[in-house]
């Protein structure tokens, strides 16, 4: 079983490297590149995207393959000083190929930059279509723990990030405190208390839904597993663990990156699961491929109806509301209020996950952990679909296959799950109402 743990060391690797990575942002903003879109999923996004939120910085994250979402990134900024980042481990994340393909065919080979492993077909691709730079992702760091590698750094110093300050931080953080953190997580997890409640500071509220990530991914398997809440507003309950104490400085999320990660790892063992796999993420991304393959003409999975699920509650249980729908405010607002209402029917913990993104994060908890989950999966019809340039399929497609592939693996886990389809996500309030 590989232990990969070059995150241990990740932050000394990368004090190392900070100068070639903060010449490499020079270079590129010279040359009229000074707004960065980074293209990835999940451990490859996360990092970048708390250090873009937590300093205001000039970089925009891509990960999510709802129309409006690509839309959105497109014309975040004009497309000649866009700086291309494509962030794939394998090389092979198909979400990744798809915004990459988008955007090739609209910018110039040479605004693109790839992190990614040497050999991997996206390292093949950046060299043969004329790449600006290809960095190497580390072999031995998985990508939910690589926050303080090049997977994060580079993007901090395109932002302009002091990152040589955020990692002497990290590197002065004694280990012994993530250590302690991780036994309690674990003793408040045998106690009952297997929710966890992240409250940050209003400073680097944007480091939650990492957390979210790193929590429910490594945690949640072999039917055993911590559920990360967000945004939580009720007070105490009796199996919530509230966790609020963070440093506040932006420039001491290297410290809390590696704190966390070291308690994480902490937490995984004492409940004595590997915390650097996720032997269940890829049946969700095989039956997306079957679904494609399927076309209009396959029936859809058959669930409970959303009461059928409310009353499927158990005291325990924790209601995940998965909505493929487009990740922008108006639509998070009115998801809350369907949250709300359904905690304060239910009296459960809930979550909120926008798909595809979170198939990348809580996925692997929803269908490893333990079968306290109640899904409640909403898709919407597209008003604007677009085209995947060299692929038969459009963004709208590809993400209405990942949503029947993620109910198809959900249910042959045995999960208690209720897909409603709406007209438009507008119509999402009637959920409320039930």
Known sequence: MPQRLGWIDAPRDSVGQWSTWTAFAERA??????????????????????LARSFGAPLDVLDSTDPAAVRAA???????????????KSGTTVETDAFYRYFAARAHAHQFVAVTLPGSPLERRAREAGFRATFPHPADVGGRFAALTVVGMLPAALGGIDGATLLQRALALDPAAGRQLGAHLAAAARAGRDKLVLRPPPSIAALAPWLEQLVA?????D????????????????????VAEFLRDPLDLGAEFLRWMHGVSELCAQLGVNPFNQPDVEEAKALARAELARGATGEAPVTLSPMELRQAARPGDYLAVLAYLPPLPPVATALGRVRAAWERATGLATTLGFGPQYLHSTGQLHKGGPNTGLFLMITAQDPEDLEIPGRDVTFGRLKHAQALGDV???????????????????????????
């Open 408 to 434: 198809r693996a959900l249910l042959a886990r045995g999960r208690r799950v209720a897909h409603v389809h709406l007209p438009r996500w507008e119509d999402v309030d009637q959920l409320a109402a039930l």
């Open 29 to 50: 903003g010279k040359d009229g590149l000074d707004r960065t879109l980074l293209c990835g999923m999940g451990g490859s996004s996360l990092a970048p995207q708390v």
């Open 217 to 221: 991914e490594s945690s949640g398997k």
């Open 223 to 242: 039917g055993k597993g911590v559920v990360p809440v967000l945004d939580d507003g009720r007070g105490s309950a009796l199996d919530r663990e509230i």
């Open 74 to 88: 497109e014309r975040g900024a004009p497309l000649d000083r866009r700086l291309f980042l494509i962030v794939s």
